[in-house]
């Protein structure tokens, strides 16, 4: 028997959006711990000096880009400091607010990287076509936009 039709028709999808993004993580996450390890680096530390490979960044910015904690971010950032992957300097912008930046370690760890993302990146491309994974990341990207809302504003009306 189906009985009456839902009066919450599009949570279901909502749902099965998040336990595939939930599947993905995962499934990144194993990528990448098996391409950083070889580099001695971390999943977290790749993240975080990935994102200052460009431009120094504030981990209050490292944190934004990655929808990560700050606190989070901080503990890997001193940690790439200690192992001398990464260093502070001074942030013109903001007087307490160091800037996050790669050293040359740092900077080779990333590189090291860089064949076998490739060789991955060459896989998924296989599977998918170009022109597929281009619009998988444009879908993923514009659900990320879509989910920029403060969930607290979803508490129903008494």
Sequence with gaps: ??????????????????LTVYRLNGQFLALGDALARPAGITVAWWQVLSAVLGTPMSVAGIARLRGLTRQGVQRVADLLVDKGLAEYETNPAHRRAKLLCPTAAGRAAIEAIDPDLEAAADRVIGALGHEGLLEVVDALKRLSAALEFDPADLKSMP
């Excluded at 009456?4 to 099965?16: A, E, I, K, R, V």
């Design 1 to 18: 028997m189906n009985g009456p039709p839902s009066p919450y028709p599009h949570g279901p999808m909502l749902t099965d959006a998040a």
